[in-house]
């Protein structure tokens, strides 16, 4: 699939009013933390404006005119998530805050069948948010997390990963795109092999929702999670994805309305899916806006974003190589939205800071993997995340602004 | 020690005129910099968990003793321009009656242009110095 050509990637962007402000006085800003969160589209910003002014109404049990438009656009959203990602059952589509809600609630809900030798099989490049809520699951059955190594160039290593693989292995959830290395994992691979092993299989699609085609009846994992606000949606919203059976067969999560049937002060039953899994009042205004983005970019077309992205971010990581004083973090064969680096003699942190002063939003830190980073042997990195509105002009600004960071610093 | 001859007031006076001498951002921070490495280094003895500055994702220690009734103040960062960052706070703070720096507004960090530095963001740190400053002011 051809990536959008430079026109195309301007006219996209006038779509995006944060894209046109700028930083620092003059500066025009170049955003370069798209895995942290993504801008959004107009369309997204209209969609929640329009709920408030229009829609707004509690969903699935008012009598009125709203209650019933907002009930039907919220289960509309619910359906468009399922379809965007291939899940053949809305019913499997539970709306949480996020990705890390997602993966805590199958820790704390699945996670429960859990007991004293069982094994939890993660990698070392996961985020925090992948690796705390089964630290919790562990400690409370006395199930053991264990952790698949990686190779020198920042990929699973896959030979080792075979070798953890054992009929104690229960759950093995994985990232599909790293957040700090930008490596695309073989997960379809890695799902068949644990599945033949009796495993269930839990995808982190954080990073790889907003970049990749996905279709979950293809890929064959139990669990997906994912969050809105990585791929042009709203903060605040994402979803769990999964069989309605799996589901079915799990303790509830979170108590209180929604997800009840019957209430006596002895006892409850529950709501019928999803219900069962969303207490309270749901957050319908983002669900709402989030549908609104997987309309943009659908229109786009997800295989014209995965290839443009591919693009501005492979030709990033070698411009970044060739750059004197700059090393990268990790040199996968298929790269996702992220390149990272560390630049000689200057601290990630100090380097964030100056690019800034430039203009340029890049991210210093231990970007939630310390594990990762003990891996790496330093305490931080930088990292550009692109998405499919960013140039190949914004690259050669970032590069600019390393020049001054290392000038500055006297080590240019 | 450093015997002071004039208020914390006119310590950030006296700053702030420095600063007024710079052209623009990167004279600014190259004498940030400059600043940072001449910190005198902090005894690797107090390098530990114990005087870690919590909330920094740079690292920071620092410990504070009082001396003379005075409180007198050794840090470092692995970043360099908290590094320089801690060496302005400590031209303001260095060996001063603890009174005095609860006292203190530190308002030149906005004269400065500095003021972000100063933020809730956690990826800096320099707030949680100052308040953790503050504290062992308070308890000294």
């Known amino acids: ?412 | 020690m450093l015997r002071h001859m004039n208020s914390i007031a006119e310590a950030q006076a006296e700053l702030i005129d420095e600063f007024s001498m710079f052209e623009d951002w990167q004279e600014k921070y190259a004498y940030i910099i400059d600043l940072g490495r001449e910190l005198d280094p902090m005894p690797e003895e107090f390098k530990d968990e114990a005087h870690k500055v919590k909330g920094c994702q740079s690292q920071v220690w620092l410990h504070a003793e009082p001396r003379e009734g005075k409180l007198h103040l050794q840090a470092e960062s692995d970043a360099l321009i908290v590094q320089g960052l801690i060496a302005l706070v400590l031209r303001i703070y260095q060996d001063r009656e603890p009174a005095e720096i609860l006292d203190a507004d530190l308002g030149f960090f906005e004269d400065i242009g500095l003021m972000s530095h100063l933020s809730m963001n956690r990826t800096n740190g320099l707030h949680s110095m100052i308040n953790t400053i503050r504290a062992y002011a308070a308890s000294a």
């Open chain 1, 1 to 412: 699939m051809k990536p959008f050509a430079p026109a195309e990637i301007c006219k996209i962007r006038e779509d995006f009013p944060i894209l046109q402000r700028k930083v620092h006085g003059d500066r025009d800003l170049v955003y370069l933390d798209n895995a942290a969160t993504s801008q959004k589209p107009l369309c997204v910003i209209e969609a929640l404006n329009h709920y408030y002014r229009q829609t707004n109404a509690n969903v699935h049990r008012g009598m009125h005119a709203l209650a019933e438009e907002a009930t039907a656009d919220y289960e509309a959203a619910r359906a468009k998530v399922a379809n965007f990602l291939g899940a053949t059952d809305p019913k499997g589509v539970i709306f949480t805050r996020g990705t890390t809600e997602s993966i805590n609630l199958v820790a704390q809900c699945w996670g429960q069948q859990l007991q004293a030798g069982d094994e939890i099989l993660i990698s070392v490049m996961e985020h925090h948010s992948n690796i705390v809520p089964w630290q919790l699951i562990a400690q409370r059955t006395g199930a053991t997390v264990k952790a698949i190594p990686l190779t020198s160039s920042g990929e699973l290593d896959l030979e080792a990963f075979e070798t953890l693989l054992n009929p104690k292995t229960k759950m093995l959830s994985l990232t599909q795109i790293s957040n700090a290395l930008g490596t695309v994992n073989p997960v379809k691979e890695m799902i068949a092999k644990a599945k033949a092993n009796g495993t269930t299989v839990l995808i982190d699609g954080a990073q790889s929702a907003p970049h990749l085609p996905i279709n979950l009846s293809e890929l064959g994992c139990d669990f997906y999670a994912c969050s809105a606000h990585k791929m042009c949606g709203p903060t605040g919203i994402g979803a769990l994805i999964a069989s309605p059976e799996l589901l079915n067969a799990m303790p509830p999560w979170q108590g209180g309305g929604e997800m009840i049937d019957q209430v006596t002060i002895e006892s409850s039953t529950w709501a019928d899916l999803p219900y069962k899994f969303e207490a309270g009042t749901p957050n319908i205004g983002d669900a709402i806006a989030w549908a609104s983005a997987i309309d943009y970019i659908q229109t786009l077309g997800m295989a014209r974003i995965e290839a443009t992205v591919q693009e501005v971010v492979n030709d990033a990581a070698s411009r970044l190589e060739q750059e004197p004083g700059v090393r990268l973090t990790a040199h996968p064969t298929e790269r996702g939205g992220a390149v990272s680096f560390w630049l000689d003699e200057i601290h990630p942190h100090d380097v964030a800071q100056l690019v800034d002063q430039s203009g340029v939003a890049i991210r210093a830190g231990h970007v939630c993997c310390q594990p990762l980073m003990k891996h790496l042997g330093h305490p931080a990195l930088n990292r550009a995340s692109y998405h499919f509105y960013n140039t190949q002009e914004e690259t050669t600004r970032l590069l600019e602004a390393i020049r001054i960071a290392r000038k500055i610093f006297g080590v240019a």
